[in-house]
């Protein structure tokens, strides 16, 4: 193949100041893990740019890592040259002859911040576009609507040929924010939620509550799917399994049904919290849309948020469910969210839940349970993993452990 690097585009970075650097190191650690399998690949930093060197590897893997990578706003396979004006020619020539199918147009076009170089922008465009006019068939230059551009960057380092200029994600690179717990249940929102956490930077890892064996092993693997669906963007993803049963028990003989939600989601949030302050994480994450279900209502979020200190981020709290299902499906959740089988919540839904829960009478409820040892002990008995793109982890094998540990 051709190629020997890939150039990194990385837009909003670059404009973050004082920052820049230490963001920069960020994402160029970040591309470095989601490409450490294969081995012969060198990610560099030269003259504010990132490259990542191929030497061999193949391209096309290469290219769907990245555009996964958080903080890549566009990237471009590339040949490098060194500063001859042949060499640049030759290797214009057969940059586009590759291109499949075979442009009728094209044009070429000369960046030159290396200001020593012999010739002008615009000349090394003429001698470029003439040498490859006559050495192809059938191929004009358009320079309004070209179906092909040949780009020419022209730097200290040596000469970058390009024709292929591929959209990234955007958004910051991973763990550029800091540290959340997402709190991920099997549904559609949660996993876009975190997904929209990642992409503003945040190092994320997941809660899950769960109810085994009450709740099927299924249950438990549509979490670990989504888990590695997302991992996919962050390189591995941890997930930290609560045992609720015992919970949701105590919940089913003290609260009115009508209250069952309130209580569960209240109890939701303290364990969190407190697994946040053990992961050093700053925030929550939920994936809450206003109005969506009666848990959702304001005064619901009011009285469920009541019992905790840390920020609880909704990235989806404004956005409409059509808009979300769009985005669970471009980013591959949405299949294994659709998944029919219950989680401890569906198990749970009381016929009249209540749209305006009250403090007062959720504190009134709590009272007749043992909150304190309760969040202890599934606290104690939570599980954590860490998921990556490639293994495949089974909830049998995570549900056994935690079931040997259990009776120890
Ligand atoms: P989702 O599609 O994410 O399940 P939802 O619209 O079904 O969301 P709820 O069931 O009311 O909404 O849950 C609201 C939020 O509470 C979820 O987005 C998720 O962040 C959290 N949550 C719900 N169930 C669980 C669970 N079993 N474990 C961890 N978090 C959960
Ligand atoms: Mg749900």
Redesign the pocket.
């Given at each position: 193949m051709i190629y020997d690097s890939i150039l990194i585009r990385y837009g909003e970075i670059a404009l973050k100041g004082k920052n820049r650097y230490r963001f920069e190191d960020r994402l160029l650690q970040n591309i470095r893990d989601v490409l450490k399998d294969l081995p012969k690949i060198k990610v560099i930093k030269t003259f504010g740019r990132i490259y990542v060197e191929l030497h061999g590897e193949p391209h096309d893997i290469v290219i769907e890592r990245l555009k996964k990578v958080f903080g890549i706003v566009s990237f471009s396979p590339v040949k490098k040259t060194d500063l001859d004006v042949e060499e640049i020619k030759k290797t214009a020539l057969q940059l586009l002859k590759q291109i499949n199918p075979f442009p009728k147009t094209f044009k070429v076009e000369t960046k030159r911040p290396y200001k020593l170089f012999p010739l002008s922008s615009p000349e090394l465009t003429y001698e470029v576009g003439a040498y490859i006019l006559r050495n192809t068939e059938n191929l004009t230059v358009d320079v309004h609507h070209p179906d092909t551009v040949v780009d020419i960057e022209i730097r200290q380092e040596g000469a970058f040929i390009y024709s292929q200029t591929i959209q990234g994600v955007g958004g910051m690179p991973g763990g550029s924010s800091g540290r959340a717990l997402?709190?991920?249940?099997?549904?559609?929102?949660?996993?876009v939620?975190s997904y929209f956490a990642m992409k503003r930077g945040l190092q994320v890892e997941g809660?899950?509550?769960?109810t085994y064996p009450v709740t099927t092993e299924e249950s438990l693997q549509k979490v670990l799917d989504l888990a590695k669906v997302l991992s996919h963007y962050s390189g591995s993803f941890r997930l930290h399994l609560v045992p609720?049963l015992e919970i949701q028990k105590e919940i089913k003989i003290y609260a009115p049904e009508s209250y069952n939600i309130t209580i569960m989601?209240r109890m939701?949030l303290r364990i969190a919290e407190r697994l946040a302050k053990k992961r050093h994480a700053l925030a929550l994450?939920?994936?809450?849309?206003l109005g969506?279900?009666a848990?959702?209502t304001l005064e619901s979020m009011y009285t469920i948020n009541h019992v905790v200190r840390i920020p609880i981020l909704r990235p989806l709290i404004t956005i409409d469910k059509l808009d979300i299902v769009e985005v669970a499906k471009k980013i591959g959740t949405y299949e294994a969210?659709v998944r029919p089988f219950e989680?401890?919540?569906s198990l749970f839904v009381p016929r009249n839940p209540t749209t305006k829960p009250k403090i007062e009478r959720a504190e009134f409820i709590e009272q007749k349970m043992e909150v304190d040892k309760l969040i202890e002990d599934a606290i104690q008995r939570t599980r954590t993993i860490t998921i990556t793109p490639q293994d495949d982890m089974k909830a049998k094998d995570v549900l056994f452990t935690d079931i040997k540990e259990f009776m120890k």
């Open positions: 997402v709190l991920i249940s099997g549904g559609i929102d949660s996993p939620a809660i899950h509550f769960h609720f989601r939701f994450v939920t994936g809450e849309s969506q279900v848990s959702q969210s989680d401890c919540c």
